[in-house]
């Protein structure tokens, strides 16, 4: 699998991993920014989600279909030290949290991104 598959497919589990029924294009693109910053692959990840369900939008807003798929702190989300950058905000953490998804591994991420990615904020 390619580097842009593989984001693709973390992006489209985050997606269907949110805990927010609704978010407003600019909170989801906020989200999608933890896996890629490409416009192109960003659009993508939306169309593609939109085509498999997971999502519906309208007048700039999304609605996830799937009422989120839950994601357990303790399980799905690891925790590890080390000296890390926060892959949301940039800034330096020393225990950096890590979701598992079953495509991969999103992170690091400090305490509050973590929450913010997966909509728990």
């Known amino acids: 699998m ?10 489209l589990e985050l997606l269907a991993h949110l805990e927010e029924e609704e978010l407003s294009l600019a909170e989801t693109i906020d989200r999608l920014e933890a896996v ?8 993508e990840i939306l169309d593609d989600a ?3 369900g ?10 996830t279909r ?11 989300v ?22 598992q998804f079953e495509s991969g591994e999103l992170g690091p991420f400090g305490p509050s991104c973590v929450r913010k990615i997966l909509g728990r904020e």
């Open 2 to 11: 390619s580097t842009r598959e593989a984001k693709k497919e973390l992006g």
């Open 36 to 43: 890629t910053t490409s416009p192109s692959l960003t659009r």
């Open 50 to 52: 939109e085509k498999r």
């Open 54 to 63: 997971l999502i519906e939008r309208e007048d700039g807003r999304l609605r």
């Open 66 to 76: 799937t009422g989120g798929t839950f994601v357990r702190m303790g399980s799905d």
């Open 78 to 99: 690891v925790q590890r030290e080390g000296d890390y950058d926060c892959r949301r905000c940039g800034a330096n953490i020393s225990t950096g949290h890590f979701v």
